[in-house]
């Protein structure tokens, strides 16, 4: 099986020794993807709302990059610093698909990285 390195600049640039996304096997994995602001590689603000907006569009780049799309999302897991945020950003996640959703888990932790405030990481169909 080969494997295609994904990297777009309509995302941040990976801030460590890892790649935005790998497709493989039919599959998109991707990276962790923060909400960064892909131009400064800055931490966007205005809170959870805003972070996990940048998120998906950052997640939506990666995707196109690769051939697939948001719809095509098996599986994602969400990292939040917070459970006090899970409703807003289930309402912007749940904006970002049709009637469709993705497996998903939740996962509250105790920090991430530059300071965000939530990370997704996402599994999707791409075509080989």
Known sequence: ??????????APAAIGPYSQAVKAGGFLFTS????????????VEG???NETVQTFENLKSICEQAGS???????????????KDFEKMNKIYSSYFSDSFPSRATVEVGSLAKGA???IQAVAICEK
């Open 69 to 83: 799309s948001l719809e095509r999302i098996v599986s994602a897991t969400v990292y939040i610093t917070s459970m």
């Open 117 to 119: 405030c939530v990370e």
């Open 32 to 43: 962790g993807i923060l909400p960064l602001d892909p131009e400064t590689g800055k931490l």
């Open 47 to 49: 809170g959870i709302e």
């Open 1 to 10: 099986m080969t494997r295609e390195i994904i990297n777009t600049v309509k």
